[in-house]
């Protein structure tokens, strides 16, 4: 599966913004879809996921609370609302697709392994 991923911007502190991830194929609905994002000097590190169905999600704890992922398959497209924006949310956000069907819960599926194929990122910043 190929994955654009955009709606980035400048955004000022308390503000938000949706993310949204684009995906090709047929099959859509069958992968496992995560968000991750990576800071200057960091590995990239997990923000969230859903199931097939959009049914089961997945959060850090970081931005529990504060962001929602969600997922269209009849637009083969994945969300990532992100409210009340903090300076450390500044990141280059990345969609993934994970094709790991057997699973408990989709918590299980948080490493950047766990998913096989990866949108070119969109930049947030958060201005203070």
């Known amino acids: 599966v190929q994955l654009q991923a955009f709606g980035g911007g400048l955004v000022q502190v308390g503000g938000s913004l949706r993310l949204s991830c684009a995906a090709s194929?047929?099959?859509?609905?069958?992968?496992?879809m995560g968000w991750f994002r990576r800071t200057p000097g960091k590995e990239r590190e997990f923000v969230a996921v859903?199931?097939?169905?959009?049914?089961?999600?997945w959060y850090a704890d970081a931005v529990k609370a504060r962001f929602t992922i969600s997922r269209d398959n009849a637009k083969n497209t994945v969300y990532l609302q992100i409210d009340s924006l903090k300076p450390e949310d500044t990141a280059v956000y990345y969609c993934?697709?994970?094709?790991?069907?057997?699973?408990?819960?989709?918590?299980?599926?948080?490493?950047?392994?766990?998913?096989?194929?990866w949108g070119q990122g969109t930049q947030v910043t958060v201005s203070s």
């Open positions: 993934a697709a994970s094709s790991i069907r057997r699973v408990l819960h989709v918590k299980y599926l948080t490493a950047v392994t766990d998913f096989g194929s």
């Open positions: 194929g047929r099959t859509f609905s069958s992968y496992v």
């Open positions: 859903v199931d097939g169905s959009g049914g089961s999600t």
